[in-house]
Structure formats: C-alpha cells, structure tokens
C-alpha cells in the first residue's frame, strides 16, 4: 500500500485538488487537515480559464459553476472620478480566447465542490481535527506523524505532499528557515448582499456582472459577484502592521478609510455602509526556498510559495501545481528527478506570475507621474490587446494537453 499511497496535509484548494487528481490515475491517498470543520473562511476568487480547464478535466467545474459567476469583464476605474481607465472582456470572449470558462466564486464554494468531488472517490480518506506535525524520509517512502485528539500516529506513503498554506510547518522539511515573510499590506474583506440598501448603491455605481478595481494612490480595492449574483464579494488592499495569522473580525475599519482619503465619497459610502470588515495579514513565502526533497516530499499551494493576491493567482497555481504533481509522480520511473524537473518548471511560471503581480500593485497603487503615464499607457491599449498579454497566464495548459483537449 505504502508504494501506491500519497498522504497530503491540508485540505484547502491544493491539497483537495491533489488528491483528486491522484485518485483519478489510480494512487490512494490519505489528506489530513488540522481544522475539525471546513469553516467558509477566506475571501472570494477569481478561477482564470488555467485553473478551469483542470477543474472541469477533475469534474469539480459542473459542481462549483451553479455558485459561480462569469464576469464580462475586469475594469478599472478610478477610485477618485469613478471613470473608467480599462477593460478586459471576459465571458464568451474569455471562452474563446482560452479556451475555458473564467468565474468568480467564494473561496468556501470551491472547496465544498473540491469536497464533495473528493468524497466520491473510493481512495480518497479525508480526516479532519488531525494536524501533520513532521515527515521523515525513509529508504522507500516518508514517514508522516500525525496528531489527532491528543494522540500521535504515524502513516506511510510513497510521498507526503504539504499543502498547508502560507503558515506551512512543513516547509523547513525541505529547507532552511521556512517561515512566511509579512509585506507590510492588508486586505480587506466583506460581502455585501446584492439585495440590500448598500448593494443596491452599488451597482448603481457600476456593474455587478464584472470584475471591477478600483484604483487609487496606495490603495486598490475590488469588487465582484459571488453566491450566483446575490453578493458581492469586496476586498480593499491597504499598508498596515501584521495582526492575527487569520482573517480577523475585529479590527475597526479606521485603517482603511484613512487609505481611502481622497476617493469618491459614493465609495466611502460603500466602506462605511459594508462593515464588519475582516482583515487579513499578507504574507508571502519565499519561491526559491525549495519545494521538494529526495522524491518523497512535495510542496505546493501557499505553502510553497504563497504570493500577494495581486494577480488573483494564488489558488490558481495551487490547482496548476495539484495537476501536474499528480501526472510527474504517475509518469515517472525515477521520482527524485521526476519531482526535481517538476519543481523547476512550476518554480519558472510561478516566478512569472508573481512578478506579475508585483507590476499589478506598482501600477494600481501609483501616485503622480507614474499614474499619469499608467493612465496614458492604458488609454492607448484596446481591451483585446489587454487581453492579449494576458495569454500567457490564462492560455496556458498543463504539459501534453494538446489544442483539442481545451473545453
Ligand atoms: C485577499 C485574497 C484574495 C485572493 N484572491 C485570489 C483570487 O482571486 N484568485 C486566486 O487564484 N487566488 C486568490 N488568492 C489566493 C488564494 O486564496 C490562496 O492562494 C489559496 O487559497 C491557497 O490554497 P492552499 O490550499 O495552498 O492553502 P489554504 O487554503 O491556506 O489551505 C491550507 C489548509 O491546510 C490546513 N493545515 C494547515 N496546517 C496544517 C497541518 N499542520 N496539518 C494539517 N492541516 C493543516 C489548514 O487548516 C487549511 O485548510 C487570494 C488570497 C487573498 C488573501
């Protein structure tokens, strides 16, 4: 059993996908997470059509798509004038242009359609309330402790694969100094209901059927349908100090309106109107620090590289790297080099979509000049040569897939 079992920790978007995956070419796995419920904690999601082709080959797209969304656009706006500075097209041109669906869902929606596609399989195990507390290599496999109501025991596969997000215990297991690194940003999270005063001042600020940010000098803030349409979804991203390793409900929302000095007061409206907001420290983990080690441990998700949300990527890289772990490990014969060439090829497109990200925020935090000629430089691109640069991230597909495997 040992030679055909994976053992996962965490249970969030990377670890379920990769035990579906797994499951489906045949290998058994055992997926432990620390929490005793799935609590429908985190924000909302962007799923770009790199992550919905994968979703919809492990047939998890059919269960989540009824809670999800299809945006017809991203926009950008001014967070002052409340004009319109770009637009992507999204929806059927989305569809056609690479080849799957991009949604927007609640992160919770995900991982219940994760969930439920999961519990289907005959060789998945999923038990909750049980923490991985440490794995040791062994001759033919890992050795993986596990803790659960006070008692420790230890399960055995052919690999432990962590992903247990950005405050991972398991990265030091494969490196040195493994600790998550604070960026000095916030976000900023709520959920407003479509059908409420403050929903309704919503759209009739802009549309609830597209994905719109709001730009403005060291402050973003974006918006979008979540729950089939009947809420929407808002995460504001701020400078502060670290807080709670959690989203937190109990910081007052002070922070964030000094952010927002100088916007539209229709949107100060929108901050005011929307409260509790919850807070979330951003952390993001070093990607070079390494992700395996000697073919029997595996990183992916947050754990190996959480990255600023700035690219709305992070679990669409943890779906990427769930996939195409799954299809390395079941096509090699010689699994330290098949997961050494995994991580150095998922290493080069997640440092891509993290500079990426990192060119989002410089541009929609920009001040004076470089906001002018961020502004100059938008006006001057069609939403089709946005889209276009964008081909690259969401036209990708996992290695093998040919032309005619798209949906
Ligand atoms: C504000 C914000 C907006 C975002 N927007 C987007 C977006 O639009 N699109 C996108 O693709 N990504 C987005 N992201 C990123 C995305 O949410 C994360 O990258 C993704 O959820 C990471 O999934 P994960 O499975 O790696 O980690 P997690 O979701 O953190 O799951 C880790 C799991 O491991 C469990 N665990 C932890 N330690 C242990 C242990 N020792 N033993 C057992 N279990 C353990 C935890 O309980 C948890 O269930 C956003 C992030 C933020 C903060």
């Known amino acids: ?14 670890g379920l996908t990769a035990a579906i995956a797994f499951s489906d070419l045949g290998f058994r796995v055992r997926v ?24 919809d080959r492990l047939g998890v797209l059919d269960i989540v798509r009824p809670s999800a969304v299809q945006p017809e656009a991203v926009v950008l706006r001014d967070a002052a004038t409340l004009n319109e500075r770009a637009r992507v097209p999204l929806g059927a041109a989305a569809d056609q242009r690479w080849k799957a669906p991009y949604l927007v869902a609640h992160r919770a929606d995900l991982q219940n359609a994760l969930l439920r596609r999961a519990r289907e399989s005959a060789l998945i195990e999923i038990t909750l ?28 596969g052919m690999l432990f694969v962590a992903a247990d997000g950005v405050w991972s215990n398991s990265r030091h297991l494969v490196g040195p100094d493994g600790k998550s690194r604070f960026t000095g940003e916030l976000a900023w999270r709520t959920t407003i209901s479509s059908d409420s005063d403050i929903g309704r001042h919503f759209v009739a600020l802009c549309s609830p059927t597209v994905v719109t940010t709001f730009l403005h000098s ?51 409206r929108i901050v005011d109107e929307a409260a509790p ?44 790297d769930a996939w195409t772990l799954a299809n390395a490990v079941a096509a090699a014969s010689d699994r330290p080099k098949a997961l050494a060439e995994w991580e150095a090829v998922r290493k080069q497109r997640v440092a891509r979509v993290a500079r990426r990200g990192a060119l989002n925020h410089l541009a929609w935090h920009a001040t004076g000049p470089v906001a002018l000629a ?19 991230l969401y036209g990708w597909m996992p290695p093998g897939w040919t032309d005619e495997e798209r949906l």
Do not use: C
Request: no cysteine.
């Open 218 to 268: 060291g402050f973003h803030l974006v918006a979008y349908p979540v729950r089939a349409g009947a809420a929407i979804n808002l995460v504001a991203f701020t400078p502060g100090v670290a807080i709670a390793e959690q989203w937190s409900g109990t910081t007052d929302a002070g922070a964030l309106r000094h952010a927002m000095a100088g916007t539209a007061p229709e949107l100060l």
């Open 32 to 55: 432990y997470d620390r929490s005793p419920v799935l609590e429908e904690v985190g924000a909302g999601l962007q799923l770009s059509p790199n992550a919905t082709r994968i979703l």
């Open 129 to 156: 309330g049980a923490t991985v507390i440490d794995a040791e290599v062994q001759p033919d496999g890992v050795a993986v402790s596990v803790e659960q109501a006070g008692f420790t025991s230890e399960v055995e």
């Open 277 to 320: 907001w919850t807070v979330w420290p951003l952390h993001t983990a070093d990607a070079s620090h390494p992700w395996t080690r000697d073919g029997s441990i595996a990183l992916i998700g947050d754990a190996a590289h959480a990255m600023t949300p700035f690219a709305a990527q992070g679990a669409a890289m943890a779906i990427e």
């Open 1 to 14: 059993m040992q030679s055909q079992q994976i053992v996962v920790s965490g249970a969030g978007i990377a």
């Open 374 to 392: 961020r502004n100059m430089f938008l006006k001057l691109k069609s939403p089709n040569s946005l889209a276009a640069d964008l081909d690259w």
